[in-house]
T-cell receptor
Framework: KAGVTQTPRYLIKTRGQQVTLSCSPI?????VSWYQQTPGQGLQFLFE???????NKGNFPGRFSGRQFSNSRSEMNVSTLELGDSALYLC???????????FGSGTRLTVV | AQSVAQPEDQVNVAEGNPLTVKCTYS??????LFWYVQYPNRGLQFLLK??????LVKGSYGFEAEFNKSQTSFHLKKPSALVSDSALYFC??????????????FGAGTQVVVTP
């Protein structure tokens, strides 16, 4: 059974640019959640999508957005990148009822 | 609002000795509790969870955790630590409300160092 796939694994962007990260959940899973991990703030919830609808949102500025497609794959977008956006971005896949979450290996974003 | 506390930034233990990583939580309603482990430059690997049922939960790689409702704790334990258990451990919680199904609140993490 394939796990959660996040692409790309590593990314270097310049301040002011935008970036799109992708997450393919486990087959049959309808929920995808996104988290930002930094040394200073730890793991912080960004948002969750279930059946193409945003079901939950964390306390991040509007520069952070996401979407989910009909095949449950999800993308998150960060516009107007700032140095502080440098982080490991993790997505988690679940069937949608909150009893189990499988994480991908993450995308390491570096903003220079 | 839900919250998780991992009071120790780092736990040092000799190989073969018992390992305990502490976690306390605050949540409205019934807690759903999870432990994850993270190795360098990797995602989170699931260890175990408590949803309901027996207070002692057994998980992967010989780990177990005890749910204590009165003390609002969910400490992770392993009877005999291995050097390969050296990693960053996260406790996470979500409350029972259906509108928070996709949202986990994580603790700050505890670095476990197992010395030979």
């Amino acid at each position: 059974k394939a796990g959660v796939t996040q692409t790309p694994r590593y990314l270097i962007k310049t301040r002011g640019q935008q970036v799109t990260l992708s997450c393919s959940p486990i087959s049959g899973h309808r929920s995808v959640s996104w988290y930002q991990q930094t040394p200073g703030q730890g793991l912080q919830f960004l948002f969750e999508y279930f059946s193409e609808t945003q079901r939950n949102k964390g306390n991040f500025p509007g520069r952070f957005s996401g979407r989910q497609f009909s095949n449950s794959r999800s993308e998150m977008n960060v516009s107007t990148l700032e140095l502080g956006d440098s982080a490991l971005y993790l997505c988690a896949s679940s069937v949608g009822q909150g009893v189990g979450y499988t994480f991908g290996s993450g995308t390491r974003l570096t903003v220079v | 609002a839900q919250s998780v506390a991992q009071p120790e930034d780092q736990v040092n233990v000799a190989e073969g000795n018992p390992l305990t990583v502490k976690c306390t939580y605050s949540v409205s309603g019934n807690p759903y509790l999870f432990w994850y482990v993270q190795y360098p430059n990797r995602g989170l690997q699931f260890l175990l969870k408590y949803i309901t049922g027996d207070n002692l939960v057994k998980g992967s790689y010989g780990f177990e955790a005890e749910f204590n409702k009165s003390q609002t704790s969910f400490h992770l334990k392993k009877p005999s630590a291995l050097v390969s258990d050296s990693a960053l451990y996260f406790c996470a919680v979500r409350d029972g409300a259906t509108d928070s199904w996709g949202k986990l609140q994580f603790g700050a993490g505890t670095q476990v160092v197992v010395t030979p």
